[in-house]
């Protein structure tokens, strides 16, 4: 069916990066934006950044800026998001989402959403 | 960037009671915005999106309102499955998506 599955969960130190993958599964990969989410435990929802898989361009949201890196293989209908320099306060869950259309474009919600990766930064 | 407030945090209501959940914008975000149900332990699950229209398989009993800064989520008669957090997403100011901070439906 169509949905979104996401690599396993990760245990990092302080300091170093983590890379979560997240698979699309029966629908056209490049056609639709892939966002990523977090949700630190006990927290709210916390947008990240997107990226459109049918040119590779991505947006971060500011705090994450230089920080976080997003990419794609269309030949695995795979997107990733690696995180870096990564503190305490990184440990929470990512989601990878699906947004709005590539091409032609179109801007909306998310519709749907993967199971998510949890990570812990833990010395 | 545009700031979502959800209030209240928390909201008490009995089953078969209508709940009211409010959502603003810190400037118009038009009629882009989605609510979105989560539940201990689960990916959140979208709900409503152009503030009022309900995604596919969502029970006639959960409805949107509103447009500019103000919205409002309405669940009529509230069922035990529907206890849990609910949150708002502006999706208009792209390429920039923000999220309320959450309100907490919880059996009274």
């Known amino acids: 069916q169509v949905q979104l599955v996401q690599s396993g969960a990760e245990v990092k130190k302080p300091g170093a990066s983590v890379k979560v993958s997240c698979k699309a599964s029966?629908?056209?990969?490049?056609?639709?934006?892939i966002h990523w989410v977090r949700q630190a435990p006990g927290q709210g929802l916390e947008w990240m950044g997107w990226?459109?898989?049918?040119?590779?361009?991505?947006n971060s949201a500011q705090r994450f800026q230089g920080r976080v890196t997003m990419t794609r293989d269309t030949s695995l209908s795979t997107a990733s998001m690696e995180l870096s320099r990564l503190t305490y306060d990184d440990s929470a869950v990512y989601y990878c989402?699906?947004?709005?259309?590539?091409?032609?474009?179109?801007?909306?919600?998310?519709?749907?959403w993967g199971r998510g990766t949890l990570v812990t930064v833990s010395s | 960037e545009i700031v979502m407030t959800q209030s209240p945090a928390t909201l008490s209501v009995s089953p078969g009671e209508r709940a009211t959940l409010s959502c603003r914008a810190s400037?118009?975000?038009?009629?882009?915005l989605a609510w979105y149900q989560q539940k201990p332990g689960q990916a959140p699950r979208l709900l409503i999106y152009?503030?009022?229209t309900r995604a596919t398989g969502i029970p006639a009993r959960f409805s949107g309102s509103g447009s500019g800064t103000e919205f409002t989520l309405t669940i009529s008669s509230l069922q035990f499955e529907d206890f849990a957090v609910y949150y708002c997403?502006?999706?208009?100011?792209?390429?920039?998506?923000?999220f309320g901070q959450g309100t907490k439906l919880e059996i009274k």
């Open positions: 989402v699906r947004g709005g259309a590539t091409n032609p474009w179109r801007n909306w919600y998310f519709d749907l």
């Open positions: 029966e629908y056209n990969f490049i056609s639709f934006y």
């Open positions: 990226i459109n898989p049918y040119n590779g361009a991505t």
């Open positions: 400037q118009s975000v038009s009629s882009s």
């Open positions: 152009g503030a009022s």
């Open positions: 997403q502006q999706y208009n100011n792209w390429p920039v998506y923000t």
